[in-house]
């Protein structure tokens, strides 16, 4: 970004025009939901912002179920979420199988995951 608009972001935020997404290096600036809807583009602002994390988790986990009995190879799981890594991704699956929503079968390129059986929504089945 240009060091002569960078100097105007903190009054631009304070307006509420632009917020900010993500954190660290990765951080960018993006215009404010308030202001795409005014424009009635509501959906390019939540395409450019992205999903937040725990949505990005219940659809990963919604592929799984939709995908059963014979499961998901990572590479069709990061179609579901085209915006995130490979790498995010996976820290995302490895989150679900941490909480007991998926597993994983077999290892590498030949694994599998699997949506777990034994979360609420199957128990109140």
Do not use: I
């Not at 997404?21 to 939540?46: C, D, E, K, M």
């Not at 395409?47 to 990005?56: A, I, S, V, Y």
């Not at 007991?100 to 109140?124: E, P, Q, V």
Request: glycine share 10%; hydrophobic share 35%.
């Amino acid at each position: 970004m240009p060091e002569a608009l960078a100097g105007r972001l903190p009054r631009l935020r304070e307006l509420g025009l632009v917020e900010t997404v993500g954190h660290g290096r990765g951080a960018h600036p993006l215009l404010s939901r308030r202001f795409y809807s005014a424009l009635g583009q509501a959906g390019a602002y939540t395409r450019r912002k992205g999903l937040d994390h725990e949505t990005n988790k219940v659809l990963l986990e919604k592929r799984l179920r939709d995908a059963a009995p014979e499961g998901c190879a990572h590479s069709e799981l990061h179609q579901v979420l085209p915006t995130l890594s490979a790498r995010q991704v996976s820290h995302l699956l490895k989150q679900l199988r941490d909480e007991g929503r998926a597993d994983l079968r077999g290892a590498r390129r030949w694994g599998r995951w699997f949506a777990a059986k034994n979360t609420a929504k199957d128990k109140m089945s």
